[in-house]
C-alpha cells in the first residue's frame, strides 16, 4: 500500500522530511479496523513530531492523526462497525498515522461519518472536534446544552481549528464566546462560526474586554500559546473561573493569582484516552457520534478551508509548510493516492 513518512526529522526544505513509501498491508484483530483511508488533515501535532531532531527510525515513521475512510475489514472483537462502513476519527499518537491508503484503529476512537459531508470535509473534524469538546465539556466541566447558558467564554486562537470547532460548541451550549481575532479574513470566519465578540489578539485584551462591557471571563479556553497568555489569563479570568490549555509552556507558570482567585486550570491532550486505554476510552467513539449528529443536524459545520490532492510526500510537505505559517484559518484537508 502507499504511505508517506519518515526515517530522518529534517527541515522541510530537505525533500527526505516525508517521502513516498510501499508498505505491507496491515491485517486487523481484536477490536481494530482496518479503514480505507479517502482523505487526511494536517494538525500542529504534525509539525511537532516532524520537527528536526538526531532521532534515526529503522522503520518508516508514519505520521497523521485526522482521517476520514471506510472499514475494510474488521477485528474478532469488533461491535461498533461493519465493513463498508464510513467513519472519521484523529487515532493514537503510539500507533502509525493516517497518512497510508490502509490504517488499524480501535473502534473505541472512532466515529460514524457525518452523511451530509464527503470523506474531505468529514476529515477537517475529528482532531479538533475531539480537543474543543474534551476541552469546553470534559475539562472545564461546561453544560453541554443549557445549564451554562449566558456565561462568559473566552477563546485564544478562534480562528484556527480547534478555536473554529470551540467557537461552534460554546455557542451550540448557550455561551456568550469571545474570540480572539487578528485579521479581517479570521475575523469574519470566526463571527460565521457563532462568536458573539471578537478581539485582537495583538492588542492588550483586558482593555478590550473592558469595552465590551466585561470585567473577567467565566471561562478561557487558550488554544495558542501558554507562557504568552498565562498572566493575562489569570488577570482576566473570574474568581472561581475555569482555564484549559492545549499547548506545552516553556517557563514556570505561576500559580498565585489562581490560587487566590480559587481558579481551576485544566490540561488537555486529546491522545489521553487512546496512549494510556482509559478505562472510558469508548468515550471518544461517542463523542465523534455526537459531532456527527450535530453536524446532520445543521447544528454546527465542519471547517474545512482548502483542499489539495493528491496525498503524497510532495503535497504533505506543502500543506506543513502552510500549517507552520501560523497563518491557517480553519482546516486543509488532502485527497487521493
Not at 473577567?216 to 498572566?231: G, L, P
Not at 475555569?242 to 493569582?257: F, Q, R
Not at 485544566?266 to 484516552?273: G, K, L
Amino acid at each position: 500500500m502507499k504511505a508517506v513518512g519518515l526515517y530522518r526529522y529534517l527541515p522541510l526544505t530537505d525533500p527526505e522530511s516525508l517521502v513516498d513509501l510501499e508498505l505491507p498491508m496491515p491485517s486487523p484483530s481484536g477490536r481494530d479496523l482496518l479503514v480505507r483511508v479517502e482523505a487526511v488533515s494536517v494538525n500542529p501535532v504534525d509539525t511537532k513530531v516532524r520537527a528536526p531532531k538526531e532521532t534515526v527510525e529503522s522503520t518508516a515513521r508514519i505520521l497523521g492523526w485526522d482521517a476520514a475512510g471506510l472499514v475494510e475489514a474488521v477485528g474478532s472483537e469488533v461491535t461498533l462497525f461493519r465493513p463498508g462502513d464510513a467513519v472519521f476519527y484523529a487515532g493514537d499518537i503510539t500507533r502509525p498515522g493516517s497518512n497510508s491508503e490502509y490504517q488499524l484503529v480501535d473502534e473505541r476512537i472512532v466515529g460514524p461519518k457525518p452523511t451530509r459531508l464527503d470523506f474531505a470535509e468529514a476529515a477537517a473534524l475529528p482532531l479538533v472536534s475531539i480537543t474543543a469538546y474534551e476541552a469546553l465539556f470534559d475539562r472545564m466541566k461546561i453544560a453541554r446544552e443549557g445549564a451554562s447558558a449566558g456565561k462568559t467564554l473566552l477563546i485564544i486562537g478562534g480562528a484556527g481549528g480547534v478555536g473554529s470547532m470551540a467557537i461552534q460548541l460554546g455557542a451550540l451550549a448557550g455561551l456568550t464566546v469571545v474570540a480572539t481575532a487578528s485579521r479581517p479574513e479570521s475575523a469574519a470566519w470566526a463571527t460565521q462560526l457563532g462568536a458573539a465578540q471578537l478581539i485582537d489578539h495583538r492588542r492588550p485584551l483586558r482593555a478590550q474586554l473592558e469595552a465590551l462591557g466585561m470585567r473577567d471571563v467565566d471561562y478561557i479556553a487558550n488554544f495558542a500559546d501558554t507562557d504568552a497568555y498565562w498572566e493575562v489569563m489569570a488577570d482576566l479570568v473570574a474568581p472561581q473561573g475555569t482555564l484549559c490549555t492545549i499547548v506545552d509552556h516553556k517557563g514556570p507558570l505561576n500559580h498565585a493569582t489562581l490560587k487566590m482567585k480559587s481558579v481551576t486550570h485544566a490540561w488537555e491532550f486529546m491522545f489521553t484516552r487512546a496512549k494510556f486505554r482509559t478505562p472510558d476510552m469508548i468515550e471518544q467513539h461517542r463523542l465523534l457520534a455526537r459531532i456527527t449528529e450535530w453536524i446532520d443536524g445543521g447544528r454546527i459545520q465542519s471547517i474545512l478551508r482548502e483542499t489539495m490532492r493528491p496525498i503524497c510526500a510532495r503535497t504533505l510537505r506543502a500543506a506543513h509548510a502552510k500549517l507552520e505559517s501560523g497563518s491557517m484559518i480553519g482546516k486543509l484537508v488532502l485527497t487521493g493516492w
